[in-house]
């Protein structure tokens, strides 16, 4: 079957046709073989096309199809149609034929152009042909190059055009400069310099600075080793070329000589005293840094290693002929020089020498201590005694010199130690002696594992101020540092064993060291949990443990917390408040990829809150002009068995705008464990409350203004059975009014209460200017109580404190006292508009009656009574109006006759609460005027037993002038009932 028939078959299998393989159909053999063949998408078709592709390629098409075969330059320059080349310089240039459908070309030439002279294009069968040789000429010559089918030039060919750019030579240049080196005297160095340009290229080199070419040294090479040198030299390098005929200059390259250490001047002999010490020197020459060693004994023999790393070493408190030699080293003699031996010679003493450090070891408070102090020299035996100074408390010397005892207290002391021979020969020596408690803990440390992040505190007990630790010795894991905040830390790198010392130093450089090991894990470790030590909680109050694992737990577990607890599973951290009491077995496991823990238990107690600390309690707040504009202030509390509280303030706060008096505020929470039980922000000012858990007293402040209060603890179990009962008190100026001093009440206020079981009262009176008085309060377990009233639409107060005290015999003879302060702000109106106080007021009263009663004690016996009134301005009146009462053994009053009633007085007293009441009439003729006055009393029991009652009435003043008597000042007086006991 020929090809032209296979085609013909396959053009009449395809019935959808597309145009394809446009590029074969461009080719010769394709445009007679396959004209205007289509192809279809099927897979049958294209298994047809590949049929006919591999017979198309099969022809071996060798003419540029579609651009698909040229020639192309492989090298100097890969890919380019430009071909660099140096005049002077041996070209090497590559090219070859790209496509060709597998056919070999047979020969090669230069097809348009003339090659530069000197350069020969080969013509050799193969697939690529090169370009050689060397060049004189430059400038630019483009050219075709032709790879042919046959050998003769000729058949089929493929071309490609290029420029072949020919260069001028380079001049020579430095390309690495030579390098500055350090040697040590008497050896050689090696300077190399990397130059370019055309070769030959000619090298010499010079010694000294760059440029100065009097001392040339060194051959035509691009390196130069110098000779053996003592002393740092200079040295540099010229390099020339055809193109450079005066030279490239390198830079100086510096040969430094380091000088050996060596010994100018050795240590010296000398003589001592036995129990002293010498100062050995010795001089050396060489670079820095010198490196010293000092030896004992002799020459070459390290044995005994002594001293630091200084050209002199002051030698130990010597007792015999000892020798010392040192060994000076440096980078430049690593082996060492080697000083003479100095011998120091001990001569024996005429005289005693203390010999024993100055510096005595330190001790550690509250362990045994103890130092042998020694001597040489005199005649034996020693006596030892302190003469300056004193020895550390707890610590004694005795007459043969040895310092023993405990010390008891921290701290550095400083004494003189005398030693006094058999010859009475006397030697003395300052000592120091630090004691401290400063102590490492010794733990067993957490094992870290290898590749996890590490951290563990170190901990440090007692001492005097801030703590500083470091590493002294031995091996930490690799990964792991220890910083001065005693933190171990780090990621380790390798598992094993290591183990360490470090040093704790405290604030007054008194230090401790202790050892420890530290062994990595390759792998996890299954947790252990700490011991667990709970510090008591108390009901209510905030509770914030940790408990801890070693082996880095990821998750804990704890059970049997107290209600009210809860705990994150990952910290281990427990927080909260407890609601019940008790004492709880709390059981902790803690996990990780490797395992879970054991269990293990811990106690933790829930403390019950005093009782002094749980039900209601009230307080006054003192008069603060900045707190709560001088009214005071009232606080009640109320707290429950769970450590809840609720409190209530009534006063005038700033941050509340308001100026009332009877302003209130509220704040709720939690005691606190520890005092002050009670914190809160109450109208932008600090609240604190300190409560007394053995009498529930409380003390505090808002603000700045203090406070102070009571705890009721009355229940129907404990009733205030000593306190039941009906009261009333007097309330007087504490203070005498002065002439000059603006006007105030000259009347006396009154109140009366009733105590019940529970010891709650309520007050209630009136003031000396006729306002009511109203407070709610209790008694607490000594019946001491206080009251807050506000008055005169808030604006004022009445406040302070007050005491009952129980009879010895009965509760009639319970009395009260207190101390008040009475503010009256400044108010339009015919009382007191100016306002007064606060001024001290004077509770005075006591028991009058059962809670439930008909008849009260403290009323008049059966006979005369006087009424008695004074001041508020009455003694400018005309009118008396003093009077006076028969009263019964029925509780009835008969009135004065007239004649002996100018006042025209009429009075009532209630035998059930010893209310008084009642009313007189001022007459006055300039002007003629009637005043009616009303006055209002209640009976006290006082200890003047002859005042039954006292009282105030309002008394408008006489008008002055053409003043009206409905706009004259009213003034307070007071009205007493008087019966003089038998």
């Avoid at 053999?29 to 592709?53: C, D, H, R, Y």
């Avoid at 509220?666 to 464990?673: D, Q, R, S, T, Y």
């Avoid at 008040?820 to 508009?833: E, H, Q, S």
Wanted: with cysteine; hydrophobic share 40%; aromatic share 8%.
């Amino acid at each position: 079957m020929n090809i032209k028939s296979s085609l013909v078959r396959l053009k009449r299998r395809l019935s959808r046709c597309g145009s394809f393989l446009l590029l074969f159909q461009r080719t010769p053999a394709a445009q007679v073989i396959l004209p205007e063949v289509n192809f279809l998408t099927s897979a049958g078709g294209m298994e047809a096309a590949k049929a006919v592709i591999a017979t198309v390629v099969g022809l071996g098409a060798f003419d540029s199809v579609a651009g698909a075969t040229s020639v192309t330059q492989v090298a100097p320059s890969a890919g380019s149609s430009t071909v660099p080349v140096t005049a002077g310089t041996n070209l090497s240039g590559v090219f070859q034929l790209v496509g060709g459908g597998g056919h070999t070309p047979a020969s090669w030439s230069v097809a348009s152009g003339t090659l530069p002279a000197g350069l020969t294009l080969n013509s050799v069968r193969g697939k690529t042909t090169t370009l050689t040789g060397t060049t004189t000429e430059s400038g630019s010559r483009t050219v075709t190059i032709r790879a042919w089918e046959n050998s003769n030039f000729s058949g089929r060919s493929a071309a490609g055009t290029f420029t072949i750019q020919v260069s001028a030579p380079p001049p020579a240049a430095i390309a690495t400069q030579p390098s500055s080196t350090t040697i040590n005297r008497d050896q050689t160095a090696t300077l190399t310099v990397v130059a370019t340009g055309s070769n030959p290229l000619t090298y010499q080199w010079y010694r000294g600075s760059s440029g100065d070419t009097s001392e040339p040294v060194g051959s035509n090479a691009a390196s130069y080793t110098t000779q053996a040198l003592s002393v740092t030299t200079d040295y540099w390098v010229k390099v020339t070329n055809s193109q450079n005929a005066t030279g490239a200059h390198s830079n100086t390259a510096t040969v430094t000589v380091r000088q050996p250490a060596e010994i100018a001047q050795g240590p010296a002999p000398v003589t001592i005293s036995s129990g002293t010490t010498a100062t050995l020197s010795v001089v050396a020459t060489g670079d820095a840094p010198l490196t010293y060693q000092w030896y004992q004994e002799v020459p070459g023999s390290s044995a005994v290693p002594v001293g630091t790393n200084s050209s002199s070493f002051t030698t130990p408190t010597l007792l015999e002929t000892t020798s010392y030699w040192v060994k000076v080293t440096n980078v430049a003699n690593t082996d060492g020089a080697i000083s003479n031996t100095a011998i120091v010679t001990v001569t024996a003493s005429a005289t005693p020498n203390i010999y024993t450090a100055s510096t005595l070891p330190p001790a550690k408070t509250g362990a045994a201590y103890q130092v042998q102090i020694h001597a040489v020299g005199g005649l034996a035996p020693y006596a030892w005694s302190v003469s300056e100074g004193s020895l550390p408390v707890g610590l004694t010397l005795s007459p043969e010199g040895l310092l023993s005892g405990t010390p008891e207290v921290n701290g550095t002391s400083q004494f003189t130690i005398q030693v006094e021979d058999d010859d009475n020969q006397i030697d003395t020596r300052v000592f120091s002696l630090s004691a401290s408690d400063l102590t490492i803990a010794v733990e067993t440390l957490p094992v870290p594992v290898k590749g996890v992040q590490y951290s563990h505190a170190l901990t440090g007990l007692g001492g005097t101020g801030d703590f500083t630790w470091s590493y002294v010795s031995g091996s930490l894991p690799v990964g792991i540092s220890l910083g001065s905040d005693g933190i171990l830390s780090g990621i380790p790198q390798a598992e094993g064993n290591a183990s360490f010392r470090v040093r704790l130093t405290d604030g007054v450089d008194f230090s401790v060291e202790q050892d420890f090991a530290l062994a990595v894990s390759a792998t996890y470790l299954v947790p252990v949990v700490k011991p667990i030590i709970f510090v008591p909680a108390t009901i209510g109050a905030d509770f914030k443990a940790k408990v801890a694992a070693a082996n880095y737990p990821t998750k804990f577990a704890i059970k049997n917390l107290p209600k009210g607890l809860k705990y994150n599973a990952v910290t281990g951290v427990i927080t909260g408040r407890a609601s019940i009491a008790g004492s709880f077995d709390v059981i902790v496991t803690a996990s990780n990829k490797a395992g879970t823990s054991a269990p293990v238990h811990g106690s933790l107690e829930v403390q019950a809150l005093d009782t002094h600390l749980v039900g209601t309690f009230a307080g006054v707040i003192e008069r603060t002009d900045s707190v709560n504009s001088g009214l005071g202030g009232w606080i009640s509390l109320t707290t429950t068995s769970t450590g809840g509280y609720t409190l209530k303030v009534t006063s005038a706060l700033p941050g509340s705008g308001s100026k009332a008096a009877g302003a209130t505020y509220a704040a709720k929470g939690f005691l606190a464990e520890e005092a002050p039980q009670v914190e809160a922000p109450l109208a932008g000012l600090p609240l604190q409350i300190i409560m007394d858990p053995e009498t529930g007293d409380f003390s505090g402040s808002l603000g700045a203004a203090p406070i102070h209060g009571w705890h009721s603890t009355w229940t129907k179990s404990t009733p205030a059975t000593a306190y039941e009962g009906y009261y009333s008190v007097a309330l007087q100026e504490g203070v005498t009014v002065l002439a000059e001093a603006p006007p105030r009440p000259q009347g006396t206020g009154f109140a009366t209460f009733t105590v019940s079981p529970l010891g709650v009262l309520k007050i209630a009176g009136k003031t000396a200017d006729g306002e009511t008085i109203t407070a709610a309060t209790f008694i607490d377990g000594e019946g001491d109580f206080g009251a807050y009233a506000p008055l005169y639409k808030k604006l004022g107060t009445l406040q302070g404190s007050m005491k009952l005290q129980t009879g010895v015999n009965s509760t009639e003879e319970n009395r009260v006292t207190g101390d008040l302060t009475w503010l009256r702000p400044a108010i339009t109106g015919r009382l007191y508009p100016l306002g007064f106080g606060p001024l001290n007021v004077v509770a005075e009263g006591g028991y009058l009656a059962p809670a439930k009663h008909k008849v009260i004690l403290g009323l008049p016996a059966a006979g005369s009574v006087s009424v008695e009134f004074s001041g508020g301005g009455l003694d400018l009146s005309e009118t008396d109006p003093n009077f006076s009462f028969d009263y019964s053994a029925a509780y009835q009053i008969t009135p004065p006759l007239a004649v002996n009633n100018p006042g025209v007085a009429a009075i009532s007293l209630a035998a059930a609460t010893g209310k008084v009441a009642g009313k007189f009439t001022l007459t006055e003729s300039t002007p003629l005027l009637k005043r009616p006055v009303a006055f209002q009393g209640q009976v006290v029991r006082l200890e003047d037993g002859s005042l039954k009652a006292v009282g105030y009435y309002l008394l408008p003043q006489i008008p002055e002038g053409s003043q009206k008597a409905t706009a004259t000042p009213i003034l307070s007086g007071a009205v007493e009932l008087i019966q003089p006991q038998p």
